[in-house]
């Protein structure tokens, strides 16, 4: 076992049992024209952490440790969209119309699509998840049982809301959490902010937080 440098204390990483989880690095959350985008947010936040995601998945890619990325999107019939977050707030697009990129967060249009700086190559596996959580109505424990995966480091947006969704999901069932720092991003700097002290306070009560120079430099080693 070797740790990795994080806070609260150091990630025990366990080599054999660890799995980078890429959240919704789409062009939906990080496009002008996308469901980001329809929300009122500045999505150049979400494109300045491109660079560390990328070096995070080489990282992992070259360890040979299993990356899996996640979209959130929605059938075309909307079957898996619940009218209450179609309905939810004041989008200039909600999901399921017709925006610039295809149709918003919608399986297989061109906006819903992984950036292409960050695709999966082959053998990786993506999730599309219809929630903000990726353990909702997705394989996701399934697969990560399958394949004895035991510990999750996550990158990806928001911050606060997939993200930090997804590792509380992760954190009940019984994973062991890290958060890459810089590979992470919300459209608001202070929930960014406060995602990270609230994950890791109270003894990393939902997990770890890290540097990704500190997770690269471990894994490379271990
Ligand atoms: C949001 C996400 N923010 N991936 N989705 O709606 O965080």
Redesign the pocket.
Known sequence: MTDIKAQPFPFPLQRKAVALIV??MQRD?SEPGG??ASLGNDVSRITKIIPDVKRLIAGFRHAGLPVIHTM?CHKPDLSDLPPAKRSRGNPSLRIGDKGPMGRILIAGEPGTAILPELAPIDGEIVIEKPG?GAFYATELGDILNHKDIKQLVFA???TE???QTTMREANDRGYECLLAEEATESYFPEFKAAAIAMIRAQGAIVGWTAHVDDILETISHA
């Open positions: 959240i919704d959350f469901f980001g959130e903000k990806g947006v928001t809301v997939c993200v």
